[in-house]
């Protein structure tokens, strides 16, 4: 069961959040178009004995879009969420556009953080606006209009399912489509398909393609928990480049890198692999933890 509530900031800001699951608590950093509904990899985990924490960050779902004023203040957010939680130690995942607020909360607050995990994650500049894809974004996904986008891309999702995941496959994967069918099951089409219905922009999105800028050379290096890198060498959302660049200037980061279809790697031929490694990851450093 997912419980979402609303959490009041000392900044008298709202900050959206959701709890699934019990035991040892993971912090999620949700990827862009995305929120605290977000499912990517939590069957998996609450089914290992976790509990999932996922903040929407700001500007997705019903989170103050203030709290985006800076990586700073985004932080301070979800440290007081925490505290509030009565939480003293979490495992941060941080996802594909997410990836910037999981390496600033670890690298700010070291003593609250057990375990980072960057999956498919932004760890420098990436979208910027001598890009084309910045710029349809920067038409496609502001305010208001991304609601009428994204009205439109689910009612392609429910009657033609097939045809939409073919023509987002190129922003996904830099495999040929011949190459990536073979690879996705029924169930895989499914778990898109719920993605797709779940997603929304809001602010939140415009907010990222300023942000995920902000990572600096010292945010990584300041990292000093265990750090497990994980990252498709086909993904063509955020190409594999920011993977070798977090683990050439994060501390002992272990890299895994994925022969996985492409930027989704909870989906596809190799997803249950990525799952394992995971899973092995937080299993150990949770014993760590317990011994020390």
């Known amino acids: 069961m997912r ?18 699951g019990l035991g040892e608590p993971i912090l999620i950093m949700h990827g862009g ?13 609450t089914s290992r004995g976790y509990s999932v924490i996922t903040p929407s960050r700001p500007g997705y779902g ?13 932080c301070e957010a979800y440290l007081e969420l925490l505290d509030d939680l009565k939480i003293t130690q979490v495992h941060v995942i941080a996802i594909s556009a997410g990836g910037p607020s999981g390496i600033h909360f670890a690298s700010r607050y070291p003593r609250r953080v057990r375990s980072l995990t960057l999956q498919s994650a932004v760890t420098h500049d990436w979208l910027t606006p001598g890009d084309r894809i910045y710029r349809v974004s920067q038409i496609l996904f502001r305010p208001p209009i991304e609601k ?44 898109f398909k719920r993605m797709i219905d779940r997603q929304r922009s809001g602010h939140g999105f415009m907010i990222d393609l300023t942000q995920t800028s902000h990572v600096r050379r010292s945010d990584l290096s300041a990292i000093r928990c265990p750090t497990l890198i994980m990252h498709s060498v086909n993904d063509a959302s955020v190409l594999v480049e920011h993977a070798y660049y977090a683990q ?10 994925l022969d996985i279809w492409g930027h989704l790697i909870w989906i596809g031929k190799g997803s249950a692999e990525m799952q394992h490694q995971l899973l092995e990851f937080l299993d150990m450093v949770g014993q760590v933890y317990i011994c020390t």
Request: hydrophobic content about 35%; proline content about 4%; glycine content about 4%.
């Open 248 to 257: 050439h200037h994060i501390p002992n980061a272990k890299l895994s890198l």
């Open 33 to 45: 178009h995305s929120s605290c509904t977000e499912e990517w990899g939590y069957r998996e985990l």
């Open 148 to 191: 009428y986008v994204w009205q439109m891309t689910r009612f392609v999702n429910h009657l033609f399912p097939d045809y939409l995941f073919g023509k987002l496959l190129s922003s996904f994967s830099k495999l040929q489509p011949r190459e990536v069918w073979p690879q996705i099951s029924g169930n895989d089409k499914e778990q």
């Open 62 to 74: 019903k989170t103050s879009k203030e709290l985006g004023a800076n990586m700073i203040t985004a």
């Open 3 to 20: 419980k979402m509530d609303d959490f009041m900031t000392k900044q008298a800001l709202n900050l959206e959040y959701s709890i699934t």
